[in-house]
């Protein structure tokens, strides 16, 4: 258990403070009334008769504890059941995408399809987004706030040299550590222990998984895309793949060298070919449809933070009600 305010435990130093004042003031108040009547006999009273009076007292004072530990609004752990789907925005980062083949440009072009998808996401997807240049970034884990999805598109900007395996298996590696963090039980779809020798998933048999590549499918730096695109199979991961400009292609005038650059359709097409997935262009098109049309949801299992301030303030006040009333039914005052 973690607390969101722990300043406020210091609430707890109270409670005996608390309690010992009661103490001095019930011993104040026997001492008048044997001052007034005289010293009783000691009562002959049993064990259970001493328990039951002293219930009330010890009723409130956890009735005080428990409201204390609301203070500092204490937050748990608790693994919930969800339909969940999980969709990898990968996004081409490099020098190509500066191209205006498309307009205004491909980056722009891939950047406006991107921010599509995150603003009609379905409810239950998380949406991560990667950006590869001539090595794979993971720019934002996969998440539900689409705030801070669409803030990591909207400040991609074209770089260096491509990498399109690279990201890939940046998605991948993005993808496997969001897993991690889901018990393994029988609401998911991971296995509880990784075997010695993972056998690989059937191409597409993953339907809640899903990775969006977004680039002209331009490739100039290793590992190869189609290696990449194989472990994507083997975990059972489609590709969609989409196409950000035309064959005809442009020039580029990188540093005063002039750079033809075009759309290889020929490797998105085998990405998407060996993963089971699709490939279109972005061009013109709705992607959304596309994309979630082809994705799944899944019931898996998330450990996610639930703050318990209101269950222990309702708690600390039920104790507090059942001691009044325990005190009032046996001595007719509150303990």
Sequence with gaps: MTFLWPPFLLALLLVPVGIWLAVRVDRRRRGRVTDLVGAPAAPDVTARRRILDRLPAALAVAGFTVLALALSRPQAAVA????????????????????????????????????????????????????????????????????????????????????????????LAAIDKARAQTPADYYSNRSP????SPVAAAPGSDAATLIVVLSDGENNASPDPLVAAQAAADHGIRIVALGVGTTKGATLDLDGFHVDTRLDEATLQGLADLTAGSYSLVAGGDPTGAVYDALARALVVRQEPLELTALAGAVGLVLLLVAAGLSLVRGGRLP
């Design 193 to 196: 222990e990784p075997t010695a």
């Design 80 to 171: 919930l059941p969800r339909l969940e789907g999980t969709l990898m925005l990968v996004l081409d980062v490099s020098g190509s995408m500066a191209a205006n083949d498309v307009a205004p440009t491909r980056m722009e072009a891939a950047k406006a399809a991107a921010l599509q998808l995150a603003e009609r996401r379905p409810d239950g997807v998380v949406i991560g987004v990667v950006a590869f240049s001539d090595a794979g970034l993971a720019v934002q884990a996969p998440t539900s706030d689409m705030v801070e999805v669409e803030a990591a598109i909207r400040r991609l900007a074209p770089a260096r040299g491509t990498s399109l395996g690279s990201g890939i298996l940046a998605s």
